[in-house]
T-cell receptor
Framework: NAGVMQNPRHLVRRRGQEARLRCSPMKGHSHVYWYRQLPEEGLKFMVYLQKENIIDESGMPKERFSAEFPKEGPSILRIQQVVRGDSAAYFC????????????FGPGTRLTVL | AQSVTQPDIHITVSEGASLELRCNYSYGATPYLFWYVQSPGQGLQLLLKYFSGDTLVQGIKGFEAEFKRSQSSFNLRKPSVHWSDAAEYFCAVGGTSYGKLTFGQGTILTVHP
């Protein structure tokens, strides 16, 4: 059983460009979580999704950030018009539907904004 | 609101010495508690978790943690540290409704030979 997959592992964008981060959950997992890790900080919750539904987006910045988890395909975290402050590691985690607290993390995407 | 405090930002121990990493949490109900380890440039690996029952939980790689409700603590311990344990360790708390986790700021462990 493959683990949580994230791509790309490293992403470089210039200010004003868009960043798209992908997350494929483990097989059988229908819950996806996105976290952001800023330099020298712990992980901060961003958003919790189930298939085709956003359950909790209380940690998402109000502007420029969006997330989706379509019926088919990976979950996508989209950052529009990136700024230098968006440079961080973005981690995705997934959990099975009956054990939402057991989260398995992907290797992360390290976003650098020039 | 839930929160996690890891008082020690950086700990250095000698290989073979014992280890204790501190974690204090704030949560309004019965918490779900976790310890994760992160090696440089890597994702997080779950070391152990506490949901209920025995307050002393065993994890992978020889780690254990003890839940103390009266002290709101969930400290991580290992009797004898190996050089490969050098990494950053995160304590996290979650609720029973769903799995949103709140993490501490992490403790960086350095192991001297």
């Amino acid at each position: 059983n493959a683990g949580v997959m994230q791509n790309p592992r490293h992403l470089v964008r210039r200010r004003g460009q868009e960043a798209r981060l992908r997350c494929s959950p483990m097989k059988g997992h229908s819950h996806v979580y996105w976290y952001r890790q800023l330099p020298e900080e712990g992980l901060k919750f961003m958003v919790y999704l189930q298939k085709e539904n956003i359950i909790d987006e209380s940690g998402m910045p109000k502007e420029r950030f969006s997330a989706e988890f379509p019926k088919e395909g990976p979950s996508i975290l989209r950052i529009q018009q990136v700024v230098r402050g968006d440079s961080a590691a973005y981690f995705c985690a997934s959990s099975p539907p009956d054990r939402a607290n057991e989260q398995f993390f992907g290797p992360g995407t390290r976003l650098t904004v020039l | 609101a839930q929160s996690v405090t890891q008082p020690d930002i950086h700990i250095t121990v000698s290989e073979g010495a014992s280890l204790e990493l501190r974690c204090n949490y704030s949560y309004g109900a019965t918490p779900y508690l976790f310890w994760y380890v992160q090696s440089p440039g890597q994702g997080l690996q779950l070391l152990l978790k506490y949901f209920s029952g025995d307050t002393l939980v065993q994890g992978i790689k020889g780690f254990e943690a003890e839940f103390k409700r009266s002290q709101s603590s969930f400290n991580l311990r290992k009797p004898s540290v190996h050089w490969s344990d050098a990494a950053e360790y995160f304590c996290a708390v979650g609720g029973t409704s769903y799995g949103k986790l709140t993490f501490g700021q992490g403790t960086i462990l350095t192991v001297h030979p």
